[in-house]
């Protein structure tokens, strides 16, 4: 049941909180977990410890002066040698709470708990619908025996209801970044997409759609941000189709934010988020957005916005969809409710929603008002 938290005399009590991620890779969540230690190094009532196994592309991101960074030298994410190192930094920093963020992590930290009961551990959840895979399906069983777990979505808050997990489950936003890029010459006709090249982004139906729109339209450009196991399937796509010169693969960017600045219009067509990221970077770029019209889109981006993509895995529908965001001029009234969404997740409130999930997790005895 999602839950409500409410302020309590507690408030002011200092806690020691690690947090475990295997390391800040290309993804949203990595990003939503650095947005969160940084605001949280800002509060004067709790202790950070962070545990990596390496460093990641997005490390440049993070603030570390009030931060203790340790690293666990391991072979792979699956060495279960893990589960003793983390488990002796975090008796080392005396933590109250461990928190897991991405499923390895998540699978090492319910051990960690079970040989150091007085350690709570807090789990995220970071998509409304998690892939189908061996570890999702380790994870899932043991994510039920977490003494809380975060979601960032409605979505994920069901799906664990669904899983009838033991501890409380919290619906909390992610962080909208403070940090704007400066804002540029848009090019005319220009599509964008920034994201993992992954089966749940649709990319394939995406990059099939983008070949379809530069027969059409020569003139548009196209620009991919993002890595990911897809990527030489979709290069042979383009390549066959003889367009390859005119879809552009980037690879990772950590300048992804000023390309939004720089593009027309911005594409999701994904089957499947949390709190879409990249999305809510869009709209504070001020993109045009075309999304597919999952629930997560809908949430943020409302019910009427214009650019929905109903059947979003047909490449027929998409490409009506480009063409009407290309051909349609700027309206700052399409981003109204997006805006209003954003307002929403100021940093100091969700960093402030996360201390009181770890003071219920801690206390043992979270509030049952009515949910959110």
């Not at 947005?35 to 009532?45: G, H, S, T």
């Not at 997005?58 to 690293?71: A, G, I, S």
């Not at 998540?106 to 708990?113: A, L, P, Q």
Request: proline share 4%; aromatic share 8%; net charge neutral.
């Amino acid at each position: 049941m999602e839950e409500r938290l409410a302020e309590s005399a507690e408030s002011q009590e200092r806690l020691r909180v690690c947090f475990f991620i295997p390391e800040f890779d290309y993804g949203g969540a990595q990003k939503q977990c650095i947005l969160l230690l940084n605001e949280l190094q800002r509060r004067d009532d709790v202790e950070l410890m962070l545990v990596r196994f390496r460093s990641g592309p997005q490390d440049h991101l993070l603030r570390t002066d009030r931060l203790r960074t340790e690293y666990v030298g391991i072979r792979s994410n699956f060495d279960p040698r893990a589960i003793t190192a983390v488990r002796r930094l975090a008796m080392d920093f005396q933590a109250d709470v461990i928190m897991s963020w991405i499923r390895v992590a998540d699978v090492y930290s319910y051990f960690v708990r079970l040989l150091n009961p007085e350690v709570k551990w807090v789990m995220t959840q970071r998509n409304s619908t998690p892939a189908a895979s061996w570890l999702r399906r380790v994870r899932d069983g043991l994510g039920t025996r977490a003494d809380a777990i975060a979601a960032n979505s409605p979505g994920g808050v069901q799906w664990w209801k669904s899983k009838r997990a033991r501890g409380s489950v919290y619906l909390v936003d992610n962080i909208a970044d403070s940090r704007r890029s400066t804002p540029t010459q848009r090019s005319a006709r220009s599509l964008l997409y920034v994201g993992r090249l992954e089966p749940q982004k649709n990319v394939l139906t995406m990059v099939r759609a983008f070949v379809a729109i530069v027969r059409q339209q020569p003139e548009v450009k196209i620009y991919i941000c993002g890595d990911g196991t897809l990527r030489a399937e979709m290069e042979t796509i383009t390549a066959e189709a003889g367009v390859g010169g005119r879809i552009e693969f980037l690879g990772f960017r950590a300048d992804a934010t000023e390309w939004m600045t720089r593009c027309e219009v911005l594409v999701s067509l994904s089957d499947y988020e949390g709190m879409p990221n990249v999305l809510m970077e869009g709209v504070q770029a001020g993109c045009r957005i075309v999304a597919s019209s999952i629930d997560e889109h809908v949430e943020l981006l409302g019910p009427k916005y214009p650019f929905l993509v109903r059947d979003h895995h047909d490449a027929d529908a998409v490409v009506a969809v480009l063409s009407q965001a290309l051909a349609s001029p700027a309206n700052s009234d399409d981003l109204a409710h997006a805006q209003q969404r954003l307002a929403r997740m100021e940093p100091a409130a969700v960093a402030a929603r996360y201390m009181d999930i770890f003071r219920a997790a801690v206390r043992g005895n979270p509030t049952t008002a009515p949910s959110d």
